[in-house]
């Protein structure tokens, strides 16, 4: 149903905003309820406490229907300010709030959950705290209005935007899912890797970016990709911990790499005005120095062990019928810039890529044979868009909190006051503020929580709009690798047989560009492409940071064209954080010893390759 939802509503729009708001917020809620009852996840085999379990589904069920009629019912009323509140409507509103609290624990755990009932009860009781973070003071009847009675709570802007936007760029994906695109799509990625030191490990990283770029999670495409990637990274001699953090690092990656860009992209246009198109090219560069990082990073902890590429004779073969099948997923994504470049919406672009992928997904042979599985994509797919926008419905409670108690502008100019108007230090505590609040949920749900409550205090500092989300975004999402919760570690873990901690501790290694860029991006926006871009700042600001990207991988990894000592190891990291600090002499300063360090190790290794090779000098003087 959700699927079919979403189709209609970016291909024809929404047929009544305000009962289509609640009303997919309340199907979104059974089809949870449905798909993750109690009764499976606390599974006994005492009998009544199964019938037990069932029963208490039963009630969440009828509880949230029974809310969403309530709001229909006296919406009108309160519109026009002619309603008067019930200890009736307090009690169905409340219940409202409780299913989506406790759905959005099932789907997602804790940590949301938690935000949202601390967001109510500070509305709630916020006016007795001390300092800054004290309010006027709201009744339960106020609240109970803002959060369930009120388009700026659970039914507020963001579930509007994942109606009519999101969705279908999730059912997109799946449907890409469905027709074997993402097989097809490692064996190509495979195949231009295969000449290199890491093989399936760069394979990886290929194949995760490209479709992480239209899951929409990190979690999901690590499990979508990594049990085809980790266990031949592992084949190959990689560690257990190194395979789990390639896959995990590389899939997170695809959240803010363009296209789609996990659907963020148009999400960012949503809030920002800003255009696709220069969201997109905004989003490239950095992303590909992300991905051009984890390259690094893998060919360097290949060499450290050893390893050789495959031999030519091994190495993954494509047939005629591969390059015919990779239209299946080329076609799509050039229609989503087709259908963009044309002026047409981003819902627009996504309801013809879904089309046209569920075409072409008939190329497949094992498609043709099986079509039913375009009808298990769709399933699929709707069970992603329920649970994301259960998600969604309680960002909305924290938004709503939020706004109405002005904590949003408070914490803001906290965060201004404790950084003392310093630019470095307000993204240093926006950073972690990012990485804490964005433990344990998907791409969109962390973003939107996340720019709502701190993108202000970085604007006021005069950061460019558009800098300002995707530098949210990218510690949004990088959140998903960081300990302790690091959901993308912990999906991959399983599949490669490490310890989830230890897995999220390598990828984080492994991707600590990402969390440097969005810095790197604030004070050179010509990196941005499209904000204040000027080519000579762009061409040197992309040197320093390929410089810097290898003194980091190398440092980090204790090697380079041999292994290096401690403290050649610590001058090469402080070698790379000094060539990007926005110093004019401390730039050159430290480009130059880094190019130089890099220089003297490649000449060393070269004579200690060739000991017995003179230089034409030496041959005179001979």
Not at 121 to 142: K, S
Not at 289 to 311: D, M, T, W
Not at 547 to 564: M, P, Y
């Amino acid at each position: 149903m959700l699927a079919g939802l979403a189709f209609h509503t970016a291909g024809f729009g929404m047929f009544d905003e305000v009962y289509q708001r609640s009303s997919t917020v309340g199907i979104a809620a059974v089809a949870v309820i449905l798909l993750m009852p109690l009764a499976s996840i606390y599974k006994s085999d005492n009998t009544i406490k199964h019938i037990l379990l069932w029963a208490v589904d039963m009630v969440l069920v009828a509880l949230m229907v029974l809310a969403v009629l309530w709001f229909f019912s006296v919406n009108e009323e309160l519109i026009f300010g002619l309603y008067t509140f019930t200890p009736t409507d307090m009690l169905v509103g409340a219940g409202g709030l409780f299913v989506v609290i406790e759905l959005t624990r099932r789907a997602f755990g804790v940590p949301l959950a938690i935000i949202s009932v601390l967001s109510i009860i500070y509305a709630l009781f916020g006016n007795q705290l001390p300092g800054f973070l004290a309010h006027a003071g709201y009744d339960g009847e106020t609240v109970m209005r803002t959060l369930w009675y009120s388009f700026d709570g659970v039914f507020g802007l963001p579930v509007t935007v994942v109606l009519s936007l999101i969705f279908i760029f999730i059912i997109f994906g799946a449907v890409l899912e469905g027709t074997g695109a993402g097989a097809i799509l490692l064996r190509i990625a495979w195949r231009v890797t295969g000449s290199l030191r890491g093989g399936p490990a760069h394979a990886a990283v290929v194949a995760s970016s490209m479709f992480g770029t239209f899951s929409g999670s990190s979690a999901a495409n690590v499990v979508g990709t990594g049990v085809f990637t980790i266990p031949m990274i592992k084949q190959r001699g990689f560690s257990n911990a190194f395979a789990g953090g390639v896959e995990a690092s590389a899939s997170t990656g695809g959240q803010f790499t363009p296209p789609v860009m996990g659907a963020a992209a148009f999400m960012i246009a949503d809030l920002t005005g800003v255009g696709y198109i220069n969201i997109a090219l905004a989003a490239l560069i950095p992303a590909m120095f992300y991905y051009a990082s984890l390259f690094s990073a893998v060919s360097v902890e290949a060499a450290r062990l050893g390893i050789e590429p495959v031999p030519a004779e091994e190495r993954q073969k494509l047939s005629r019928q591969d390059i015919y099948l990779s239209s299946i997923f080329i076609i799509p994504i050039l229609t989503i810039i087709f259908v963009l470049v044309s002026g047409r919406s981003a819902a627009s672009a996504g309801f013809w890529a879904t089309i046209v992928a569920a075409a072409l997904g008939f190329l497949h042979p094992d498609f043709r044979k099986n079509p039913s599985k375009l009808i298990i994509s769709l399933i699929r797919g709707g069970e992603q868009c329920a649970k994301i926008m259960v998600a969604v419905a309680a960002v909305g409670i924290v938004i709503g909190a939020v706004n109405q108690t002005g904590l949003g502008l408070r914490f803001s100019l906290l965060v201004l006051k404790l950084a003392s108007n310093s630019l470095f230090l307000a993204l240093v505590l926006t950073a972690l503020a990012c990485l804490i609040l964005g433990m344990g949920l998907p791409t969109l749900p962390a973003y939107l929580i996340i720019v709502l409550i701190l993108g202000g205090a970085i604007e006021k500092l005069g950061v460019p709009i558009l800098i300002v989300h995707i530098f949210v975004l990218y510690f949004g999402v990088m959140s998903n690798i960081t300990p302790p919760v690091a959901m993308a570690a912990y999906a991959a873990a399983p599949i490669s047989g490490s310890d989830p901690l230890r897995t999220a501790v390598v990828a984080v290694r492994l991707a600590l560009v990402g969390f440097i860029i969005p810095f790197v991006l604030v004070y050179n926006p010509s990196l941005s492409l499209v904000v204040e871009f000027e080519l000579g700042e762009f061409v040197w600001i992309a040197a320093r940071l390929g410089l810097a990207i290898w003194l980091f991988t190398t440092s980090l990894a204790g090697t380079d064209a041999r292994d290096i000592g401690w403290l050649s190891r610590l001058i090469r990291f402080g070698a790379g954080i000094g060539c990007l600090v926005a110093i004019p002499w401390m730039e050159v300063s430290f480009f130059v010893l880094g190019a130089a360090i890099v220089a003297v190790e490649r000449y060393l290794h070269s004579r200690q390759q060739n000991p017995h090779q003179t230089s034409p000098n030496e041959e005179v003087v001979r």
